[in-house]
């Protein structure tokens, strides 16, 4: 699936539980989208999670 189909799902997703369920669900489920994308490159392999951890404690990154 390309990045489009996938973001138009996402945002389907969201709209339908703000008009289903109101701002705080949408809220709580689009945290919970945050955290599946991020576990998903984790396991991808595509996010280093000890080189994110140094930026945000201000460590040198090597780029």
Known sequence: MSASVV??????????????????????????????????RVVDGRLDVRALADAFRGGRSSS
Request: proline share 0%.
């Open 7 to 40: 973001g138009a799902a996402a945002a389907t997703v969201l709209a339908l539980t703000w008009i289903a369920a109101g701002f705080w669900a949408f809220f709580f489920v689009g945290v919970a989208m945050l955290v599946g994308a991020a576990v998903g």
